[in-house]
């Protein structure tokens, strides 16, 4: 966990403990505790967040093993080059941390956030559920001449491959 101090101008302290609480903070939601510092002047305190490099690592993981878990459910394969597959499963993961949905990354939206909520394009989107089409050559049927062989990657193969 990553640690920041910054100095609240909001800060109140508690009835019962002599634990600060800053008003702004707590409304943001990555914050996940807020401590004060020991030795530290008033009003300054310790803010324990996710990073941003462990949120999207934890991210790409959980899109990893989603679509490693969606091929083998559906009886698709990733494409034969699995570069294709490392850049899709980082767009979802990408999507996910800022929409909170996993929105096809290989489409164009006017309105990215709108498109989220409304499910069509969120993966597997509607076309693949239905039909078994997939736009970004992710989940692909043994017919299609771009499928591969693999139903898995691993985390290192997604993220050397998607740079």
């Keep these: 966990m990553a640690f920041s101090t910054f100095v609240c101008p909001f800060a109140q302290a508690t009835s019962s403990t002599s ?64 570069s294709v597959t490392a850049v899709v499963i980082k767009g979802l993961a990408e999507h996910k941390d800022q929409l909170g949905a996993p929105l096809c990354p290989c489409r164009h939206y006017d309105d990215k956030a709108a498109e989220a909520a409304d499910g069509f394009w969120n993966c597997p989107c509607v076309p693949m559920r239905e039909r078994k089409e997939c736009h970004c050559m992710l989940f692909l049927t043994s017919d299609n001449d771009y499928a591969g062989t693999e139903q898995k990657i691993t985390l290192d193969e997604v993220k050397t491959l998607a740079q």
């Design 19 to 82: 634990t600060k609480i800053c008003k702004s903070a707590v409304k943001s939601r990555p914050f996940q505790r807020i401590s004060q510092r020991q030795n530290a002047p008033n009003r300054s305190f310790v803010v324990r967040s996710e990073t941003a490099e462990k949120k999207a690592v934890d991210s790409l993981e959980i899109m990893r093993r989603f679509s490693e878990q969606y091929a083998q459910r559906s009886g698709t394969y990733f494409c034969v080059d699995l």
